[in-house]
């Protein structure tokens, strides 16, 4: 564990020591400060029954930026040690390839988790000026952020394959963009190809990110889901360290 821990601490730290962090909390920030102000501003202007969580969750200002940022915290997470020369020092010292794989994605979903902290504030000052909950219930406020973390797991872990794919970081940040991109419209496929069989329309829908969002916004909470990401998840990080353990026989 304590091996874990350094490496943990090594990968954290490195996000500090680029300025692509800074860039990329400095454009989160401004972003879904911004769909925060804009979501409060039509709420107050037309009546609606849906809460200010749901709102926030569901425009595409939430999503250009959410699926942007994963490239760019993912793309350094092998490429630049490709790049850097320093695979051979890390292959070599006395870590195990599974704890060098973990260490680099629990690092990436650390600094996603830095990236949401904010809101939290957003929603917290909401009720405290307004006296009014920003969900219906506590479930869906939760469970919202819930959600978020399993997303940002299953995207991390492709976004870290990405970059262990390749030397070149644009060239990982374009696969994970790719990737990401099509991971979270495939729900809308159905609809493209007009597809009105309810059982493969049942299966999309199953898998569909923004679908899942919607429900989770309004507390509507499905295992199913979790069981879903949690899985993709841990396949994704079992290639990954394939493809790692095949570029460090290679090496």
């Known amino acids: 564990m304590k091996t874990f821990l350094t490496l943990l601490g090594r990968e954290v730290k490195s996000f500090f020591y680029s300025p692509i962090a800074y860039v990329v909390l400095f454009y989160f920030l401004f ?4 769909n925060f102000y804009m979501q409060i501003n039509v709420m107050n ?17 939430f999503w250009f930026p959410f699926i942007l940022s ?6 350094r997470s092998y490429s630049e040690e490709f790049r850097m020369g320093t695979f051979e020092t890390l292959t070599t010292a006395p870590v195990t390839d599974l704890q ?12 996603y988790c830095i990236l949401w902290s904010p809101t939290l504030c957003s929603f917290a000052v ?11 219930a506590a479930g869906a406020y939760w469970g919202t952020y819930l959600l ?22 644009i060239n990982a940040a374009t696969i994970s963009f790719t990737t990401i991109t099509l991971l979270l419209f495939v729900g809308f496929l159905p609809e493209v190809m007009n597809i009105t069989a309810p059982a493969i329309k049942d299966l999309f829908s199953y898998v569909s990110t923004i679908q899942h969002m919607q429900d989770f916004s309004k507390g509507i909470i499905d295992s199913r889901v979790i069981v879903w990401y949690a899985s993709m998840t841990s396949l994704v990080i079992f290639f990954t360290l394939q493809v790692f353990q095949y570029r460090k026989w290679k090496a």
Not at 148 to 158: E, K, M, Q, T
């Open 70 to 75: 994963f490239p760019l915290i993912t793309m």
């Open 45 to 61: 202007g037309f009546p609606t029954e849906i809460t200010i969580v749901e709102a926030f969750f569901a425009p595409a200002i």
């Open 126 to 136: 909401f009720q405290y000026v307004t006296g009014k909950s920003a969900a219906n």
């Open 100 to 111: 060098v794989v973990l260490a680099k994605f629990v690092g990436v979903l650390v600094f």
């Open 31 to 34: 972003l879904s400060g911004y």
């Open 148 to 169: 978020l973390l399993l997303i940002g797991g299953f995207y991390s872990s492709v976004g870290c394959l990405a970059s262990a794919l390749t030397k070149d970081q």
